[in-house]
C-alpha cells in the first residue's frame, strides 16, 4: 500500500496539467497549485500516506457529508423533506431545477441542498452553536481536537457570497428555509472552510468504511443502514454532473470539494483522502481524480467488482 | 436463501398495491398485474428462485444493458462519442436535454441513448443481422437458446413509436444516428420485445457478478475493468430519475424495465431478477422495487456496505 | 367617451369573478377587490374617467416604464448591454432563463430585468437621490406634485424580498450589477409603490400617446422613436406570459402591475388607465384586463387596425 | 414613396454583409445571395416596387400567416385549442417548450405550432386536397393564379425533414395530431414551397391592411376584428425570438421566412415585402430587417406612433 502511494504521488509531481485553483473565492486562489497529498486509513487502525498529506486545506463542500449525517441523526428520514436524493445532472451551483421543483433541492450534495440541510440542523439555535455542534463531531469522527475553522476562507466566501445567496433566497421564497438567509449562509461557509489535511481527513471517513463504526476509535457513529445510504448518496451526487464519470472511472463513492480535497470511501477496506488544489472545468480535483484512478487500478478496490 | 425468497414471494403476493402496468404499450397492458417472480443465480452454479419464476415477461429496457455491454465490445471507448455516462436527472423519455446538448444523449440506459447505442452497433448492417447479433449474445451469456423476441410486442411498440422516433429524429437531425430512423427504431423495439424468464435473467447476469466471468459456464464474456464499468452505469442511471432512490433503499447496480423486471446485480454475491408487471410513477417495477428492498434488509448484500 | 366609461363601470360592478388580490405582499393583501376605476386621457386635453378613478392604489410594475425611460434618457443604447428586449415567454419571477443567459435579464419588464434597470440608473448614486429622481419624473409627467411613496408598500415588499433578493444577487453574481443587493432593492421596492390614482396614470401615459410630447403640458418628454420603441417594449413584453393574450385581445401596448393597475396606449388617440385589484393566475388584473377589451371593442382603438 | 424604395434599393446594393443563405435545406442553398426586392401596395390599389421584386422565392415561415388565416376561417377560436398566442422566448425549431407543455405549440408560427395548424386544417382530407385549398387561397388574396408550389423544395425539405418530423412526432406522441405524421408534414413542406414574387407577396397582404378588406380586389377576406388579432400575432410571434428585436426596430406585425422573404403590415398604410436570401442567426433576413427599418425612418410608419 505504502509503496502505491508513494508512486502515485510521484506521479503526479510530475504532472504539468494540473488544473485551475478555484478563484471565486480570492483566499482560495492563493494556494499553491504545485501540491499533491494522499492518506489511506484502513479499518485496522492503519495510515498510509504519501506527498503533502499533513497540509491542511480547506474541505468545503466535502463537510456536506458531514452535515449529511449530522442532519441525518438529528431528524432521521424527516431530513428528506428538506432535500430529495436524486442526482440532478447540473451544476454545483444551478438554480434552474429549483425553479421546476418549488425550491426543493435534489439532493444534499449541491449547493442549495447543502444549505438546505444545515438549515435543517441549526433547529432554532444561532450560528455558533451550530458550528460548535459541526465541528466537535468532525473531530470526534477524526479523532483530533485540533481541527477548525479558517475563518479567513468564511470571510472570503461571505464577500463573494451572491450565487449561493441567490439560492438560499430562493429557497426561502418558497419558505424552504427556516432561518435568517445571512446566518444560514454564514453557518454554511464556516462548514465549508474548516482545514483540514489527507491524514485527518482518510481517519474522519473511517466510520463510512465500516457499516457506521470507527475502528480506529472504535467507536459506532451511525448505524449500519445509515452508513451504506450516505455511502450511496455519494456515489450517486458526490461529484455534482461530474459523479457518473467518477463512477465510472473510480468505481468508489466519494466526495469533493473545491478546495481541492476528494473523501472517497471503500467499504469495508478503507478510507481515502486526497488533495490538489487545481480543478477541471466541473470544479473536481483533477490530480485527485487521476490520483484514485490510479490508486483503483493498483489496488482493485471497487463496488462494483469484487 | 430459498427461505428468503419464499418469504419474500409470500409477502409480495399478500400486497394490494401493486403499481399500474404499462399502458402505452397496448401489447403489454394486457398482462395480468397479480404475478410476482423471483430468481437468484450465484456464481457457484446455483439457482434459487420463487413465485412465478418461469414466466416469460418482455425485458423491454432491461436489454440496453446487452446492447451496451455489444457496444462497448464492437466500439470500446468510442462508444463514448455516442453517448453520454451521466445520470441526466429527467425521465426516461425526456427530450429537453438533448436540445441542451446538440442531440448527445445523457447516458445509454435513457431512450435517446439506447437508440443511439443500437445505431452505433448497427454499422451499416439490416436491422435483421443487428437482431441475430443481439439475440445470440444473450442466448449466449443466458447459456439458453429458446430465448426469442416477441414479435407482437415489437409491432405494438412500432404501432406507437411517436415519442421514441421523436427522439430519433431529433439526434438524426444533428447527425447523430446513421441508419434509416425506421431501421432503427425496429431494431430498438425488437431489442426491447426479448421475453425471458426471472430464471434467464437472473443467469443473463452473472458475468456482472463474477468480474466478467459467467461462472455458470465458465467463460469469460468481457475483461474485469468494463464489467464494473457496466455495473458503475446501472447504479448511476439504471432507474432514470429514480436512480438515486433505488441506490439510497437497494444499493445494488440494477436495471428496469417497463415490463415490470429488475435485473439487480450484487458482485461478487449474486445476479437477481425480480418481475412484477406493476409500475410506480417513473416506470420501475413497483413490487419489484419493494422485493428487493426486502432482499438487501435479509442478505446484508450492498455495495455500500460489506 | 365618458358614456363607454360609464357602462364599462357599470358592467364591472357587476363582475362576481373579480380575481385575487396579490397575497405575497400583505400591505397589499388588505386591498378591496371591490374597486374599479377606469380614466382615459386623450392628447387634446381632456380627461374622461368612471369609477374609483381618484383613489390610490400601488403602481408596482407599471414604474417600470417610468424606470425604462429614465433609463434610455441617462444611458441610451448603452442601456441594452445590461438587459434584453425580447419577451422571455416565462413568468415576471423566473430566474431559469437568467442562468441560460449569463445573468443577463429577458428585457426591462420582467421583474429582474427591472432590477438592473434601476441598477444602471443609479450611477454610483444613494437610493434616497435616485428615488427623488425618479419621482420626479413621474411627478413632471403626470404634472402633479401631490405623488409620492406609500413607504409601507415598500417596507412590507422588503420584508418579503426573497424572491427578488434571489434574482438580484444571481444576476450580482454574473457581475449584472454594480451596487449593493439591498441598496437596488430598496430603490426598486420604493419605485414599485408609488401611489397614484386612474386619472394620475392616464395623464402620466400621455408622453406615449404623441411621439413624446405630453399635450397636457406641452412638454416634449422623449424624442418620436424613443417613444414608438417604449411603446414597443409594453406591446412586447408588458404582461410577462400574457403578452401575447393581452395583445390579441387588446391589441395596445400596455403594461400591468400586481396592484392592479395596467396603464395602456392607444398612439395618436389616449392614454388609458385601468384599476382593480384582484388578479388572474398569470398576475394581470382580471377586471382591469376585461374592461380594456370592452373599451376596445367600443372604440375599435387598435394598433392592428385602423 | 418609389423614390424611398429606390434609395433602399440603392443602398441594399451596396451592402456588402449580406447573412448566409439557408443551408438546411439544400434546394434553397443554391440561392444567390446577390439578391433583393422590395414592393409596397397600398389600399388605394397602388403598387411600388424596387430591386428583385418580381423574381419568385421561396416564402417558407410566411405562408403560416395564410394557413393561419384559413385555419381561423374553418374552426374559429376553436383553433386555439390546438396552438398557444404566447411568444415562446426560443429559436423556431425548439422542442423544449413542447415538453413543458404536453406537447401544445406555443404560437401558430413556430415550427411546431404551423404544424399543429395544418393537421387542424386538414380534417380528415388528404394533403393534396388541403394543399389545393392552401393554394386557391393564396392566389384569390394575391388576385393572381400563376402562384405556384415548388416541388422540388418541397422534395428537398422532406429529405431532410429531421427536426420537423421530431416536433411531429413529439406532438403525435401526446395526441395533438390527427392525421398521419408524413403526410401532416408532407402538407406542410409544400405549403413552405409555395414560390412568390415581392409584388405577389405585398398585394397578398393587402386584406390586414384594411381591417380584412383587400382594397385591390375589393372583397372582404376576413372580419375586422380578426385581421387585427392576426396582425397582433405576427407582431408578438413573427419572427422567433428575435420578434421584441423587429419590434423595437421597424415596429410594424412582421412575418419572415428562411428562404429571406418578409411580409410586413402597416394597418391602414401599406402592405410591404422585401426579399433578401442571407439570414441573419436568428433565420431572419439581414438585408430585409435593414431594409424595413431604412422604410420606416423615411416612412414614419409604426403602429407605435402615429
Known amino acids: 500500500m ?6 502515485i504521488a510521484k506521479e503526479m509531481a510530475r504532472e504539468t496539467e ?16 504545485n501540491q499533491f497529498g494522499i492518506a489511506v486509513a484502513t479499518p485496522d487502525g492503519k495510515m498510509y500516506a504519501a506527498g503533502d498529506a499533513d497540509t491542511l486545506f480547506s ?26 436524493r436524486e442526482p440532478s445532472g447540473d451544476p454545483f451551483n444551478s438554480i434552474m431545477m429549483l425553479e421546476h421543483e418549488s425550491g426543493r433541492p435534489r439532493n444534499p450534495f449541491i449547493n442549495a441542498g447543502a444549505i438546505a440541510v444545515v ?5 432554532g439555535h444561532e450560528p455558533k452553536e451550530t458550528l460548535g455542534e459541526i465541528l466537535q463531531f468532525v473531530r470526534f469522527i477524526a479523532d483530533d481536537d485540533t481541527i477548525s475553522f479558517d475563518h479567513k476562507v468564511a470571510a472570503s466566501e461571505m ?21 435568517d438567509v445571512d446566518k444560514v449562509l454564514g453557518t454554511y461557509f464556516h462548514q465549508c472552510s474548516i482545514a483540514m489535511s489527507c491524514r485527518q481527513l482518510a481517519r474522519a471517513g473511517l466510520f463510512l468504511v465500516s457499516n457506521g463504526v470507527n475502528h ?12 451504506r445510504r450516505i455511502n450511496s448518496l455519494m456515489m450517486m451526487c458526490g461529484h455534482y454532473d461530474g459523479s457518473g464519470e467518477f463512477a465510472y472511472r473510480v468505481g468508489l463513492p466519494g466526495k469533493s470539494g473545491v478546495g481541492g480535497g476528494i473523501l472517497t470511501i471503500a467499504p469495508g477496506k478503507g478510507s481515502i483522502a486526497v488533495w490538489s488544489p ?6 473536481n480535483s483533477r490530480l485527485g481524480s487521476k490520483a484514485l484512478e490510479m490508486f483503483v487500478q493498483e489496488t482493485g478496490w471497487s463496488v462494483f467488482g469484487h
Do not use: C, E
Open 2 to 7: 505504502q509503496h502505491i502511494l508513494n508512486n
Open 18 to 33: 494540473r488544473g485551475k485553483v478555484a478563484d471565486y473565492i480570492p483566499q482560495l486562489a492563493h494556494v499553491d497549485p
Open 59 to 84: 474541505i468545503q463542500s466535502i463537510s456536506k457529508v458531514f452535515t449529511l449525517t449530522i442532519g441525518l441523526g438529528k431528524l432521521g428520514d424527516a431530513l428528506w423533506t428538506h432535500v430529495g
Open 119 to 123: 438549515d435543517a440542523i441549526m433547529m
Open 159 to 179: 464577500q463573494h457570497k451572491d450565487r449561493n445567496a441567490s439560492l438560499a433566497h430562493f429557497m426561502k421564497s418558497f419558505g424552504r428555509l427556516k432561518h
Open 216 to 227: 480506529h476509535t472504535g467507536v459506532r457513529v451511525i448505524n449500519a443502514q445509515r452508513s
Open 278 to 283: 487545481g480543478l477541471d472545468h466541473i470544479g
